[in-house]
């Protein structure tokens, strides 16, 4: 036990985190009006606070919120090209952001050498993988997980830790 840290919240492996955004894709594709797909953005929710982001998941319910407040007043309100327009745009995010919130938690939750693991136990093709790591990679250093982003340097497809350069 002397390696392993112990963290608070939910682990799930990331193959089951990229079946999660998958099923999200699918359910948000497929809800037949913006009342499900606030019930879909408050499990990713749930889901969130499982996984110990709190501050992440109330921002994006409370965000998700006003827009739904935004679009049902649009739809009543007004007419012509602008509600047209406006609803074009409302429809698309609808749809996109359920996803992206249950993204941005699996990013945020994914260390690279758990993801390259995972997908080398299902014999995943390197030329998805690598691209794939490569933005977790930087997912980390963006949110500091990392003291000094210089201390992982890309090598044979893996990542590994080595010294400064000079």
Request: aromatic share 14%.
């Amino acid at each position: 036990m002397s390696g392993k840290r112990h963290k608070k919240g939910l682990w799930l492996d990331p193959r089951a985190k990229l079946f999660l955004i998958l099923m999200c894709v699918l359910s948000s594709m497929f809800a037949p009006s913006l009342a499900y797909q606030f019930i879909l953005v408050m499990l990713i929710a749930i889901l969130g606070a499982f996984f110990g982001k709190w501050k992440y998941v109330i921002k994006a319910v409370c965000f998700y919120a006003v827009i739904c407040v935004l679009t049902v007043w649009i739809m009543a309100e007004m007419t012509g090209t602008l509600r047209t327009m406006f609803i074009a745009f409302l429809g698309l995010f609808h749809k996109v952001y359920a996803c992206g919130t249950l993204a941005g938690i699996v990013l945020t939750t994914t260390k690279v050498n758990e993801f390259l693991s995972a997908m080398n136990r299902v014999h995943a093709p390197k030329k998805l993988v690598i691209p794939m790591a490569v933005m977790l990679r930087y997912m980390a250093i963006y949110q500091g997980r990392y003291a000094d982003e210089r201390c992982f340097t890309f090598s044979g497809g893996l990542f590994s830790t080595s010294g400064h350069d000079g």
